[in-house]
């Protein structure tokens, strides 16, 4: 474990381009069905005058 900041954490070993795509991947679609809601709501806010 690497000491940083008086914190310790675990060692994390670099990602390849494949991995990197995979974890964008999951992000996106964890984050979808929020993000589709959301703007379903802001496109039915009243826009000010």
Known sequence: MEKLGGHSYPS????????RRGMF??????IRGKYAFLNSL????PKAV
């Open 25 to 30: 991947k999951d992000i996106l679609s964890t």
């Open 42 to 45: 802001l496109i039915l806010k």
């Open 12 to 19: 994390v070993k670099p990602a390849t381009n494949e991995e």
